[in-house]
């Protein structure tokens, strides 16, 4: 077994790819439409996507602008190779930085959060990725 994505629920789906490939870096794999029952997907991610690796499931739902986010939702985590520098080009690209890179509280791994154009969490946690190469560059 293994994940295959998370559905995130966005109110536009064209600023929320822009998010996604220019300051995030993913690749947009795949997208539909369903005019019938008024939803749109986007599928991004790195690497080419399943199987190697999840993605995340843009949905938009035609004319809903927003959601509620609810009390249970956390956050999307994303490896990357040097926090810190993640964090300068997500900012130079118009990305928003809500906890700057640093050790995590108690411990030694370096985290940071940004937030997508909707509101939603996304932490990065710098990981040694020399043997396979993943996430922002």
Same mark, same amino acid.
Request: hydrophobic share 40%; aromatic share 10%; with cysteine.
């Given at each position: 077994?293994?994940?295959?994505?998370?559905?995130?629920?966005?109110?536009?789906?064209?600023?929320?790819? *822009?998010?996604?490939?220019?300051?995030?870096?993913?690749?947009?794999?795949?997208?539909?439409?369903?005019?019938?029952?008024?939803?749109?997907?986007?599928?991004?991610?790195?690497?080419?996507?399943?199987?190697?690796?999840?993605?995340?499931?843009?949905?938009?739902?035609?004319?809903?602008?927003?959601?509620?986010?609810?009390?249970?939702?956390?956050?999307?985590?994303?490896?990357?190779?040097? *926090?810190?520098?993640?964090?300068?080009?997500?900012? *130079?690209?118009?990305?928003?930085?809500?906890?700057?890179?640093?050790?995590?509280?108690?411990?030694?791994?370096?985290?940071?959060?940004?937030?997508?154009?909707d509101g939603y969490?996304?932490?990065?946690?710098?990981?040694?990725?020399? *043997?396979?190469?993943?996430?922002?560059?």
């Amino acid at each position: 077994m293994r994940i295959l994505h998370t559905m995130l629920r966005v109110g536009d789906l064209e600023r929320s790819i *822009a998010f996604y490939t220019q300051v995030l870096g993913m690749a947009l794999l795949r997208r539909s439409e369903n005019p019938e029952h008024r939803y749109s997907l986007a599928f991004l991610g790195f690497e080419g996507g399943n199987p190697g690796q999840a993605e995340i499931e843009l949905t938009y739902n035609w004319g809903v602008t927003q959601y509620e986010h609810g009390s249970a939702y956390g956050h999307i985590a994303i490896g990357v190779p040097d *926090a810190y520098a993640a964090c300068e080009r997500i900012k *130079a690209a118009g990305g928003r930085v809500t906890r700057e890179a640093g050790p995590v509280l108690g411990g030694s791994t370096v985290i940071a959060f940004v937030t997508d154009p909707d509101g939603y969490k996304i932490e990065l946690i710098q990981r040694d990725f020399a *043997a396979a190469g993943a996430g922002l560059r």
